[in-house]
């Protein structure tokens, strides 16, 4: 076993710095908290080299190399910021600009677009060209979750490698030379593999925007709350981005989008399109009133109600919950069956079939926490369910619905229970069914934990307070 190389040592703006051998010199700055501007450059993908934004003056070379090719040398005076780096960054910009549309007021990308950080930070000059510029096709389909605008491409080849590299599907292509170059798909085909927004999450620009996504916010109004997909058991770490309503009480908030978050460890920078979607049953048909018996009741008597009859049938009632619970769920329906129900059963069941897999990202196993209900001992078949209700007088369902059985049978058996309690955030079968209905809160609107497929407890966040009429 070799020892590893020792550490670099070089000068960056004036100081000198320490960085592993192997380091990119783009990667040194961005440690440091030194910004080089790029468009090409990702730390996920291969090195293209293409924009030239990134070039920097190292004392002794001619020329001005471009830092996301170079690897960091003992003895290296590196400027970031000199006159002729600045005048470089400059002459690039009106380069790239030179066919670009201005059309930033109806761009999707506008508050989240490198070219224009870039043009106020190293351009800010008016266009010279006093010719029309060159057209492109607008609002390309595609595929059927990507979004293309050719006059706003600055020809990074982003997506093409992500294309060529990650998911290995080969779509995309640079056509044309010179000012006529553009992205598009190879003919015959579309860019429809499973991680395809994954190209409109690393377009610098507004070239590829996420349909669904399209029209229906600016960057600006969004918040974003670091969370976990709760699509499959792989646990991508994720970014929430939503729009709280700070005064209007009865809608707290709105999600609209999710996108990856890089772990290495997980999910690298990426995340599969199915994953994407897992923010619209925050929105969608919500369940906000508590119920008793078919009426709608304030929350705290359904819920008097509701703890005092499972009080009353105590071992006889059953507490279910779903592979969706969070440990701390989980752990807080245990507590309730020994300190309330005098031992009552608890069991977590998957809900969901198991659907497409991969050998990438997606899983089969479509439930966040699998792992975390058999760390607990709760984890049981969906299918022993109407056994474990035979003989009931009561049952607590959380986060259940009636997904996989077809023949329903556990409807039959949870709607022949005196009681039946159910937590849920959205409508479904169980809900219609119950004596005691409780609007719970989603996965964006509380905190807590889930195991992913690897063991690895991982921490979903809140992103606003529960909406009106549901509690965590």
Known sequence: MTDPAPPVVLEINGESRQFPAGTRLIDACSQIGVDVPHFCYHTHLSVAGN?????????????????????????????????RV???????????????????????????????????????????????????????????????????????????????EVTETHELRMVNRGDRNAIDCFPGTSLDNHYSVNTADICPVGALTQTDFRFKARAWFLKPVKSICPGCAKGCNVVVDYYEHAIVDDHNGKAYRLR?????????????????????????????????????????????????????HGRNALIVTSFD????????????????????????????????????????????????????????????LPTLLEGRTAALFHRVDFGLDLDGRVAAAFGALETRAVIAANASPAADLATHLLPGASFIEREGTWINEQGRVQRFRRAYRARKGTRE
């Open 51 to 83: 924009c030239r934004m990134c070039a920097v003056e190292i004392e002794g070379q001619r020329g001005l190399p471009i830092s996301c090719n170079t690897i960091v040398a003992p003895g290296m005076k590196v400027k970031t910021e000199s006159e």
């Open 260 to 312: 990856p978050r890089v772990n290495d460890a997980v999910n690298a920078a990426w995340m599969c399109d199915f994953g994407r979607l897992e923010y619209r049953p925050v929105n969608d048909d919500r369940l906000t009133v508590a119920m008793l018996r078919g009426e709608p009741r304030g929350y705290d008597e359904v819920l008097t109600s509701a703890r005092q009859e499972l009080a009353r």
């Open 325 to 384: 619970a969070s440990n701390e769920e989980m752990e807080a329906l245990r507590r309730l069956a020994r300190e309330t129900l005098g031992g009552a059963t608890v069991v977590a069941v998957p809900v969901r079939p198991d659907g497409f897999s991969d050998d990438f990202l997606l899983r089969g196993d479509k439930h966040p926490n699998r792992r975390g209900a058999e760390a607990l001992g709760l984890a049981r078949s969906y299918g022993e």
């Open 86 to 164: 600045k005048a470089a960054r400059q002459s690039v910009m009106e380069f790239l600009l030179v066919n670009h549309p201005i059309d930033c007021p109806i761009c999707d990308q506008a508050g989240e677009c490198k070219l224009q950080v870039y043009y106020m930070a190293h351009d800010l000059k008016p266009s010279r060209l006093d010719v029309e510029k060159v057209e492109y096709a607008k609002r390309v389909p595609v595929g059927p979750r990507v979004t293309l605008d050719q006059e706003r491409c600055v020809e990074c080849t982003r997506c093409i490698r992500f294309c060529d």
